[in-house]
């Protein structure tokens, strides 16, 4: 039964509890966990599967109980087909894409396929993938390293196209999700820093929303090693874990995955069983009942990570 979120009360996520390495974390009694609730949630997706493959169910579970999520992709942006770069073409055939706009139309029926499955809305800003963004970013490799430091002007520009959402218009109230940037990807790593200005803007006496950053997936589950290293390198930047029970929608997560048949075999292609691969990382983050979990932006600092 939805509720009127209007009349919703409550933390919006249950906290975990703090401190805990992922192997020490126990499984959470049931009374303690809650349907998460928040009056609007907002998820940046860097890229159109990112927040189905990371927190479908939290997505779906907030849809369950009347929050009207909302996912923003940000890198949605359309190339003219004639100026793809070899690498740009390399990934639309390891896709079974053809052209640039085939390609844009394929993902984007996708993406509705998807967001319809877990009761979200959708929006998408107009940025390129950083495969479509010139020279820049021309093999695996620089796309999960290092930002061009000329990038770093969207920071900016993503962050304030954001806050002027109508969805965040009420953003005291809102919640906003970034991904954490697990795995490095100069497209996350742009969304990470524009939650990260947000947060910082709330910080300095600016109303804005709450700030949390979600686990980035396959990343996580494929390189166990990129959480702590991540979670390292942004001490003071991010609160204690907070975890949320998906017990009841973990289902509708992987369905929602299925629904991007043109990434599956790329996004996947470590292992055999990928629908197995999802639960059990999610019964792992919540200790023996599926889950997934969130780090909390803290306000006021700018982040230490960026170039300069
Ligand atoms: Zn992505």
Redesign the pocket.
Known sequence: MCRDPARSSGPVLPKMIAGRSRREERPIPHAARRTPQAPRAVFL???Y??VALSCGGTVAALADAGARPLIVTVFGGEPAGDELTDFARWQHQRWGTAAGSDTLATRRAEDQAAAAILGAGTRRLDHFDAIYRGDRYRSDEALFGPLAADELPLVERIAAEILALPELADAADATLYV?LALGN?V??QLAYAAGRRIAAQAGAGKIGPRVLAYE?FPYAAQHPAALPERLAALAGEVGAAEIVGIGGTLERRIAAIVAYRSQLAVIFRFTDDWPATVARAAREVGGGEPAERFWPLTTGAESAILPA
């Open positions: 997706a860097p890229h599967d990112d991904p990807h497209d996350h980035d």
